[in-house]
């Protein structure tokens, strides 16, 4: 089969790998019906190390079961059936408590021997308590909503979750990406009153002003921080969703909190300290946030995407199959493509 494979930052490439099999009595073989280039896809392709030997990459991907294993029991053979961005058991300790992501028996794709989902194929382990069974559907528009169940409309849930959003509340997105947009979605599904979106690309903003968001803060760092306080009587919003991941943007989530609010942070943080000193305990600011168990939230999620309520696959802009994947990236890379879907 063909698949992605990456040697190192701006080094893609699409390869004929081996056929997945069966190696556990868990696994199962799924045809890659959609999947897509991740904004996290784009770290490794920024500044991964070359290599003699490549990695597989992608970890966002729906598709059709093709083979199970003898202990499967959750999905069958022709089913139609989603995998978030990590595997997991779904029985664990961690698992119970709704947090696949630290599952005890799971792991990321792409590496360690497990297939990546920038292919046409994948093995996918722990089977019953990784993948989500889906309608069959030949409707481009809902597969691509139901695939970003995989990762972004997941962990813009989570970021909104954990800074405890709720009905006529405040809140402030930081970051125009696809998991922003899905940010300010997911905020309005959970009754937010005001969003503010900060980010300066306004084909972006324009859709999140129709995810939701009713205004626009294109200004960056104090500048920024001082437009969203004017916004809010000086105040700050209750909730600020952080999904860019740079010290920066987090500062300014610091910045545009309101006193007793939270700063959730889901973009992966490229830097190791920040602004948590005596700003953020004189004001009670609660810093939360993390890598989303995307697992845990798709059985809540999913009904209002099949109903047509929620429409997050229109962050996708682009389309391409799995030997467009190198030009893919370059175009997210060079913000060209807000995020390339893929169908093989
Ligand atoms: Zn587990």
């Given at each position: 089969m063909r698949a992605t494979v990456i040697y190192g930052a701006g080094d893609v490439r699409v390869e004929t790998v081996p056929d997945p099999k069966l190696a556990e009595p868990t696994d199962v073989v799924l045809r890659v019906v959609r999947s897509c280039i991740c904004g996290s896809d784009l770290w490794p392709y920024a500044d991964m190390p070359p290599r003699e030997h490549g990695r597989r990459i992608g970890h966002e991907f729906l598709g059709i079961v093709e083979e199970t294993g003898?202990?499967?029991?959750?999905v069958k053979k022709g089913d139609l059936a989603v995998a978030p961005f990590v595997w997991s058991d779904n029985t664990c300790e961690f698992c119970r408590e709704?947090?696949?992501?630290?599952?005890?028996h799971g792991g990321g794709w792409g590496a360690k021997g497990v297939d990546g989902g920038?292919?046409?194929?994948v093995r996918v382990p722990q089977a019953d308590g990784t993948l989500v069974k889906l309608p069959h559907t030949e409707d481009d528009d809902l597969l691509a909503s139901m695939l970003t169940l995989s990762d972004v409309f997941s962990t813009g849930h989570h970021a909104a979750v954990k800074a405890r959003v709720s009905e006529g509340q405040n809140v402030t997105v930081i970051g125009d990406g696809a998991v922003g947009l899905s940010a300010v979605l997911a905020a309005k599904r959970l009754g937010a009153d005001r969003i503010v979106l900060m980010g300066r690309h306004q084909a972006r903003t324009d859709l999140g002003r129709e995810f939701g968001a009713t205004d626009v803060v294109a200004e960056r760092g104090e500048e920024g921080v001082e437009k969203v306080r004017e916004l809010t009587n000086g105040q700050g919003t209750h909730a600020v969703l952080e999904c860019v991941g740079t010290k920066g943007a987090f500062e300014m989530g610091v910045g545009v909190v309101r006193a007793g609010g939270a700063v959730s942070?889901?973009?992966?943080?490229?830097?190791?300290?920040?602004?948590?000193?005596v700003g953020v305990f004189r004001r009670n600011v609660t810093v939360t946030g993390g890598v989303a168990p995307a697992r845990h939230y798709i059985p809540e999620l999913l009904p209002d995407v099949l109903d047509g309520k929620?429409?997050?696959?229109?962050?996708?802009d682009r389309t391409i199959d799995v030997e467009g994947v190198p030009d893919g990236y370059r175009a997210m890379a060079d913000r060209e493509a807000l995020k390339v879907l893929i169908k093989p």
């Open positions: 003898a202990d499967v029991r959750g709704g947090l696949q992501t630290s599952c005890l920038q292919g046409e194929a942070r889901v973009g992966l943080p490229q830097y190791e300290d920040g602004p948590i000193g929620y429409q997050p696959g229109k962050v996708f």
